[in-house]
């Protein structure tokens, strides 16, 4: 049994010496997840350059109009664009086939990981420190917050690379600016699975860590960073931030 403190709040956690995964099953994002698309959005992804973006990004059902600030460029082939802000190709409800299809099986899969992280049942936490989690060392497993959650200082999630976490958050996310997720001991962002029902605001110079499935925005303000991917049921709004999968 670890006791792990920071900032005098302590969180009880007890880690297995076997090689077992801790934490529950991994939520599957199929062909929604992070490796396909490190921004996916259904209304539009807007960034203020200049952001650096480091993998696929998709809108759907809105067409290319969706995506502003990027200064595209549309390949020859009517398929994707490029941007000087994104490595890799920009996809759009508006381009040629076979991408519609593909996006909207995507933006299906994006809701189906939304309805499965939601539903998962008999947390391991709930509503720890009342949702407002600062310095706090995070155990894998399944946490709950009937609330929103807010992040006023650093929080660490310490496990293995093959331990997971999801974060079921009912209300918004907000991370303060200069605040940051940080990985301890092994774990991997793409382990970690943020599901939340209200909007996500990440402060400047901010850096979180993990999938966000959000029903709702996304917003990076000036200079935020991501490890990840942000799967947004709506908007995704970047200020000069830098998103990587």
């Known amino acids: 049994m670890i006791i792990s403190s920071l900032s005098n709040i302590c969180l009880l956690a007890a880690l297995s010496t076997s090689a077992a995964a801790l934490g529950p099953a991994p939520v599957n994002l199929r062909t929604a997840a992070c ?31 969706g995506l502003t600030g990027f200064s595209l460029t549309l390949d020859p082939s009517g398929q994707f664009s490029t941007s000087a802000q994104v490595t890799g190709h920009i996809f759009a409800a508006s381009y040629r086939a076979p991408i519609p299809a593909q996006l909207s099986l995507a933006v299906a899969d994006m809701g189906t990981a939304f309805t499965d992280a939601t539903g998962r049942a008999n947390p391991d936490f709930t509503n720890l420190a009342s949702g407002a989690i600062c310095g706090l060392i995070l155990a894998p497993g399944l946490y709950k917050w009937t609330t929103g959650v807010s992040i006023g200082c650093d929080i660490t ?89």
Do not use: R
């Open 35 to 65: 490796e396909n698309y490190v921004i996916l959005a259904k209304s539009g992804v807007s960034v203020v350059p200049p952001c650096v973006i480091t993998g696929p990004v998709g809108v759907s059902p809105i067409a290319a109009t």
């Open 157 to 245: 999630f310490s496990g293995s690379s093959t331990d997971t976490w999801i974060l079921q958050v009912a209300g918004t996310l907000s991370i303060a600016a200069g605040e940051e997720m940080l990985l301890a001991g092994g774990a991997l962002a793409s382990n970690i699975f943020w599901v939340v029902t209200g909007a996500v605001l990440v402060g400047a110079g901010a850096h979180t860590e993990g999938v966000i499935l959000g029903k709702t925005s996304c917003t990076y303000l000036t200079g935020a960073t991501a490890e990840g991917c942000l799967l947004c049921q709506t908007s995704v709004a970047l200020q000069k931030a830098t998103i990587h999968n």
